[in-house]
């Protein structure tokens, strides 16, 4: 069966400070991989989505950035964190092919502070 | 991609009937509706998926119009654990097209 493992569950980092949350997937063979965030109470903001190793859509200029080094390995990183990166980011996987359905891990909880 | 709308919130109590309906005025033909069910501090879970007419599952219906304009949930004697926010999606069957983007979800809340 497949599992996506995503991690840290909680963060509390400086304002200014760098950030690395890392997914993985597991089961699975070039699954198609994305960030989401969603602030307090909001809903679902897409940040990235990756279709294949290298291979980076970004949705919402920002100052962060994705990587996917692996095939089933989605990295989400900033270099320099803000009082608005705030939030609970959430790694999804889907299989590729017609009418697939996501499967979401289960976040992380970022505060920058 | 189709933009959603959905109602805020909705409340019900134990035993009835929800039907939640989405807004999805410029879906494209290759275009399928999800919806998905989410707990705080936890990822959304699928729930149900369709095309066109009618698609019934163990815990849910999706009802989607000949036009496909709208879509909506219906859960069947909902309890409190059926408390959640619940998100509609519409995405296009392209693969090269990844771009899946959630609305702002309907916040259902189940009294006893």
Redesign the interface.
Known sequence: SQTIHQWPATLVQPVGSPLSLECTVEGTSNPNLYWYRQAAGRGLQLLFYSVGIGQISSEVPQNLSASRPQDRQFILSSKKLLLSDSGFYLCAWERQGLNEKLFFGSGTQLSVL | LAKTTQPISMDSYEGQEVNITCSHNNIATND?I?W?QQFP??????II?G?KTKVTNEVASLFIPADRKSSTLSLPRVSLSDTAVY?C?VGD?D??R????????TRLQVQP
């Open positions: 399928y999800t998905y501090s936890q990822g959304p879970r699928f998926q095309y998100y999606l069957m693969t090269g990844r771009a899946l983007t959630f609305g702002s979800g």
